[in-house]
């Protein structure tokens, strides 16, 4: 038997352990560089005469600047793993994180300034977080470019330390000719260290090699890669990137990558990285935050309802797949009768005007209030707000044997509602459901979860099922 490929996560010295749970060196490189940039600013304009504020102000409203910055540049997925293969350029998403780093300092600057002017602990023209504006463009500008500077730096030292990436190329013989010409153009940036022919030569040919990145040039190879493979190269920590042809880009695919002229997009067993997963977290804490009054009296007038034509047990409570396979017990209001599985049939999925529920609980279900509780899951972190959502393990077990890349609707916590639930229906096959939460996991946004969240609403005012 072949020995297994060796996970990142063994005998792994502090550093990388750092590295698997979203810390960076660079972080602190730019966090020093973004503060120097910005104190330099003020010297190169006023000197060292910063009289209009005290000085602690000033350094305390560089700190606040600083750390805002470094925040966007880690949601933006700046401090993420990237592979050194076709990497894309740093400098366009840079400035975009600073620009959004700028307008979220100038909305925290007012909304503070106008609360300290309420209580009276400043007055009328002063603000709370000094800095001029032209020092904050500035800033934008520069900032970006250190950023990208600090970036180019690390890349230059990790080749010097341990060379160019060395290349895996996998295809069939007319695609490799094809490649060879072009990914090993540059030896100074590349190194092809091994060719296979076959998609089952690939794990192998990893195990008795030093490769860092498997380029796999024939797509419908992808099949036979899918998931498994990629999968255990990503633990390893070797990249894997497949060329795109004609017929992938009428997909309309994005993000992709060039390596000797060719197209190449990267392969992931994670549809979203930890810092979008960090990001949406944050998100659900404050829409929750701002919702709060609402969704408690909401809450109540349900559970009010359904302690008079339910009774109890008011909850049900059951067990349900979440992130990463791991299982949660999920609560929601109970609508079913406490027999609805006594006909020895198991675990299946509910159905339109299904007879298992109570008939005066209909139009809670077909409103959706039942889901209600599932903010105390959400709350612990076992939910999200939007997500795919989750199944028990009984019919998750069918559908990842039935239905090939299943599992990667495990990829972040399951939702109260998702993009298959403003779409389909209670009936709607699982297969075309995982299509939509695929769809949501690659293209999520803040934006996104709003819209889902207002089209929900409509959903359940139509009662939509």
Same mark, same amino acid.
């Given at each position: 038997?072949?020995?297994?490929?060796?996970?990142?996560?063994?005998?792994?010295?502090?550093?990388?352990?750092?590295?698997?749970?979203?810390?960076?060196?660079?972080? $602190? $490189?730019?966090?020093?560089?973004?503060?120097?940039?910005?104190?330099?600013?003020?010297?190169?304009?006023?000197?060292?005469?910063?009289?209009?504020?005290?000085?602690?102000?000033?350094?305390?409203?560089?700190?606040?600047?600083?750390?805002?910055?470094?925040?966007? %540049?880690?949601?933006?997925?700046?401090?993420?793993?990237?592979?050194?293969?076709?990497?894309?350029?740093?400098?366009?998403?840079?400035?975009?994180?600073?620009?959004?780093?700028?307008?979220?300092?100038?909305?925290?600057?007012?909304?503070?300034?106008?609360?300290? *002017?309420?209580?009276?602990?400043?007055?009328?023209?002063?603000?709370?977080?000094?800095?001029?504006?032209?020092?904050?463009?500035?800033?934008? /500008?520069?900032?970006?470019?250190?950023?990208?500077?600090?970036?180019?730096?690390?890349?230059?030292?990790?080749?010097?330390?341990?060379? =160019?990436?060395?290349?895996?190329?996998? +295809?069939?013989?007319?695609?490799?000719? &094809?490649?060879?010409?072009?990914?090993? &153009?540059?030896?100074?940036?590349?190194? &092809?260290?091994?060719?296979?022919?076959?998609?089952?030569?690939?794990?192998?040919?990893?195990?008795?090699?030093?490769?860092?990145?498997?380029?796999?040039?024939?797509?419908?190879?992808?099949?036979?890669?899918? =998931?498994?493979?990629?999968?255990?190269?990503?633990?390893?920590?070797?990249?894997?990137?497949?060329?795109?042809?004609?017929?992938?880009?009428?997909? +309309?695919?994005?993000?992709?990558?060039? &390596?000797? +002229?060719?197209?190449?997009?990267?392969?992931?067993?994670?549809?979203?990285?930890?810092?979008?997963?960090?990001?949406?977290?944050?998100?659900?804490?404050?829409?929750?935050?701002?919702?709060?009054?609402?969704?408690?009296?909401?809450?109540?007038?349900?559970?009010?309802? *359904?302690?008079?034509?339910?009774?109890?047990?008011?909850?049900?409570?059951?067990?349900?797949?979440? /992130?990463?396979?791991?299982?949660?017990?999920?609560?929601?209001?109970?609508?079913?009768?406490?027999?609805?599985?006594?006909?020895?049939?198991?675990?299946? $999925?509910?159905?339109?005007?299904? =007879?298992?529920?109570?008939?005066?609980?209909?139009?809670?279900? /077909?409103?959706?209030?039942?889901?209600?509780?599932?903010?105390?899951?959400?709350?612990?972190?076992?939910?999200?707000?939007?997500?795919?959502? =989750?199944?028990?393990?009984? %019919?998750?077990?069918?559908?990842?044997?039935?239905?090939?890349? @299943?599992?990667?609707?495990?990829? %972040?916590?399951? +939702?109260?509602?998702?993009? /298959?639930?403003?779409?389909?229906?209670?009936?709607?096959?699982?297969?075309?459901?995982?299509?939509?939460?695929?769809? @949501?996991?690659?293209?999520?946004?803040?934006?996104?979860?709003?819209?889902?969240?207002?089209?929900?609403?409509?959903?359940?005012?139509?009662?939509?099922?």
């Amino acid at each position: 038997m072949s020995p297994p490929l060796r996970d990142l996560s063994e005998d792994a010295p502090m550093l990388a352990r750092l590295n698997a749970i979203g810390f960076r060196l660079v972080m $602190l $490189l730019d966090a020093v560089v973004l503060y120097l940039v910005t104190v330099a600013s003020m010297v190169v304009r006023y000197g060292w005469a910063w009289r209009t504020y005290p000085m602690w102000q000033y350094l305390l409203s560089f700190a606040v600047l600083t750390a805002i910055f470094v925040a966007s %540049l880690y949601f933006g997925g700046l401090y993420e793993r990237e592979p050194r293969l076709g990497a894309p350029p740093t400098l366009p998403r840079a400035v975009r994180q600073t620009l959004a780093a700028a307008g979220l300092f100038v909305i925290l600057n007012l909304v503070l300034t106008g609360f300290a *002017q309420e209580v009276g602990w400043v007055r009328t023209t002063r603000v709370v977080l000094p800095l001029p504006t032209p020092n904050l463009v500035a800033l934008i /500008a520069i900032g970006a470019a250190a950023v990208s500077a600090n970036r180019w730096w690390v890349a230059r030292n990790r080749t010097r330390r341990e060379g =160019p990436p060395k290349i895996l190329l996998a +295809g069939n013989e007319a695609d490799l000719e &094809i490649a060879r010409r072009h990914v090993a &153009i540059d030896p100074r940036r590349s190194q &092809i260290v091994e060719e296979v022919a076959e998609p089952a030569q690939i794990l192998p040919a990893v195990r008795r090699t030093d490769v860092t990145d498997v380029v796999v040039v024939t797509s419908r190879w992808l099949d036979d890669l899918y =998931p498994h493979a990629v999968e255990r190269l990503d633990n390893a920590g070797i990249t894997m990137l497949l060329r795109v042809t004609g017929r992938e880009t009428m997909f +309309g695919l994005e993000r992709l990558r060039e &390596i000797g +002229g060719l197209p190449f997009v990267l392969l992931r067993p994670q549809t979203m990285p930890r810092s979008r997963r960090h990001f949406k977290r944050l998100f659900d804490l404050t829409v929750l935050a701002v919702s709060a009054p609402a969704l408690l009296l909401l809450t109540a007038v349900i559970a009010v309802h *359904q302690l008079l034509v339910v009774g109890r047990p008011l909850l049900y409570w059951q067990e349900r797949v979440g /992130a990463g396979g791991r299982r949660f017990r999920m609560v929601k209001f109970r609508t079913m009768r406490l027999d609805a599985e006594s006909d020895g049939r198991g675990a299946r $999925l509910a159905e339109q005007d299904d =007879p298992r529920v109570i008939p005066a609980c209909r139009w809670v279900r /077909a409103m959706r209030m039942d889901e209600l509780p599932q903010v105390w899951n959400v709350l612990r972190g076992e939910m999200s707000l939007v997500g795919p959502r =989750p199944e028990r393990p009984e %019919l998750t077990a069918q559908f990842e044997t039935a239905i090939p890349g @299943y599992a990667r609707r495990h990829a %972040l916590p399951p +939702g109260l509602t998702g993009l /298959a639930q403003i779409h389909g229906r209670y009936h709607t096959d699982p297969e075309y459901k995982l299509g939509y939460d695929l769809q @949501y996991l690659v293209n999520w946004s803040p934006v996104v979860d709003l819209e889902i969240l207002a089209r929900t609403v409509w959903v359940v005012l139509a009662r939509r099922l």
